[in-house]
């Protein structure tokens, strides 16, 4: 057995890791970090090949016998890499980095992490079940098992940079799938531009939107828009709406949902009408140039059974993790689509109470910025302040303050690494193996 663990053949591994780890640095310089992720630090072979120098590592501190005092220095040399590949996989496995948009006076868990996936949200006969699958750099091809059918989705298009268009189509046309484009405006300054196929709905932070559906939870604040075929929209809400015309709009009637007039869902949030109808579907456009206007998206090619379809999946981030598309399977079956960035939740609230901006003197140029915070946790309240060079640790984790979208809100990266005391341990006893080698060899 120890033959099969002998030093030629374990240097013949040792090469192949560092061949490996030249490959992955060669291709996150050549193309991306995600490529190089896919095809060599996540794929199954190398976290193998790491078992397998683990496993000689233990054989030569048996074989030696490390273990007695005598040899105590090559043994915290050895078992330190073994120290440090069960850090590696701890935090691989069981930590993440991700974004927290907290805006001030409100509180939040909900984060949004690098990893993308796929999720079907299945509906039949009043029963539901739910779905998931990891995504590859954002894009997706894969299957899901429907009672005992197969679900597929198959990537058509992908794009990192296209327009997004609500194509109507004519009243003869037998697919009657409505579509809107409208526009979300935050502080009266910056603009985000939403779309919208018949019979779906965006959950926001203070609200839900809904197109040509009814709310499910009527005592939570809603905003539902309806749209007929001569292009008429109109609204209903279960709060108060203002317009920047001085109107107001309430919660006992139907209004007009009119072009060129922002209605006020909060005191800064508006919504912005731009297109509808219930007869028509939204399309991507690619574009030449990378702008504001334009989205990530995806076609996805659907297959089911003898249904077959195509569908525009967006990529939305910051308040929720993915774009939803909800299509009929039969009259008893519902499946709701959502592909996009992996939710992560905290254990623990984080309530932004102030937020402040430190300009230059004599300048606009952002010098620094400051969060003001509290961690409520199981009736805990325990207050903060972050700022760009000052992290706030609470459990294990690290809250950096990123950067901010205006006055009132501001961005959190959020970081949990459950092996890194060990990747640390791995490294002082590295160190500490190394120097008592050096000073035995020095006192013969």
């Keep these: 057995m120890y033959k099969l663990f002998s030093m030629k053949v374990a240097l013949v591994f040792v090469a192949i890791y560092a061949l490996s780890i030249a490959t992955g640095t060669f291709i996150e310089n050549s193309s991306s970090h995600s490529m ?57 496995n069981y930590g993440y980095k991700a974004d927290l948009y907290v805006t001030k006076g409100m509180s939040r868990n909900i984060m949004l992490s690098g990893d993308y996936f796929m999720s079907l949200h299945v509906t039949k006969n009043g029963q539901t079940k739910d779905y998931s699958q990891e995504g590859k750099d954002g894009a997706f ?21 296209a327009k997004l268009e609500v194509l109507r189509k004519g009243s003869g046309d037998v697919t009657k799938r409505g579509a809107m484009a409208f526009e979300i405006i935050k502080d009266n300054i910056k603009r985000e531009k939403y779309y919208l196929e018949d019979l779906g709905k965006l959950q926001f932070d203070d609200f839900e939107l809904l197109f040509n559906m009814e709310p499910k939870d009527k005592t939570k604040p809603y905003f539902k828009i309806e749209a007929n075929d001569k292009k008429s929209q109109h609204f209903k809400s279960n709060i108060l709406i203002k317009s920047n015309f001085g109107e107001e709009y309430n919660t006992s009637s139907i209004h007009d949902f009119s072009q060129g007039i922002l209605y006020y869902i909060t005191d800064s949030i508006g919504i912005l009408a731009s297109e509808a109808t219930t007869i028509g579907s939204i399309v991507a456009v690619p574009q030449e140039e990378k702008s504001k206007n334009t989205n990530t998206v995806m076609l996805a090619k659907i297959e089911y059974g003898g249904i077959k379809r195509e569908i525009v999946l967006v990529e939305k981030d910051r308040y929720f993790g993915g774009y939803a598309k909800e299509i009929w399977l039969n009259e008893n079956t519902k499946v709701n689509i959502r592909w996009g960035k992996k939710m992560t939740t905290l254990p623990f609230e984080v309530y932004l109470s102030d937020f402040k901006v430190k300009h230059y003197p004599g300048s606009n140029d952002v010098e620094n910025y400051f969060s003001y915070i509290n961690i409520i946790d199981s009736g805990k309240n325990i207050e903060a302040k972050l700022s760009i060079n000052e992290p706030f640790s609470y459990n294990g984790y690290r809250l950096f303050q990123t950067k901010f979208e205006n006055k009132n809100s501001t961005i959190f990266t959020v970081n949990y690494n459950p092996g890194i005391f060990w990747i640390y341990l791995g490294y002082v006893l590295l160190t500490l193996g190394l120097l008592l080698n050096l000073f035995r060899k020095v006192i013969k």
């Excluded at 683990?54 to 007695?68: D, G, N, P």
């Excluded at 091809?141 to 940079?161: A, C, P, T, V």
């Design 36 to 92: 190089a992720r896919e095809y060599i630090y996540d794929a199954l072979w190398f976290w193998s090949l790491q078992g397998v120098l683990a496993l000689f590592l233990i054989v030569a501190i048996f074989r030696a016998k490390m273990y007695k005092l005598k040899k105590l220095g090559l043994f915290l040399f050895h078992i330190s890499f073994l120290i440090i590949l069960v850090g590696s996989f701890l935090s691989k």
């Design 141 to 161: 091809d894969g299957s899901f098992d429907l009672d005992g059918r197969e679900f597929k989705i198959k990537r058509g298009y992908y794009s990192n940079n």
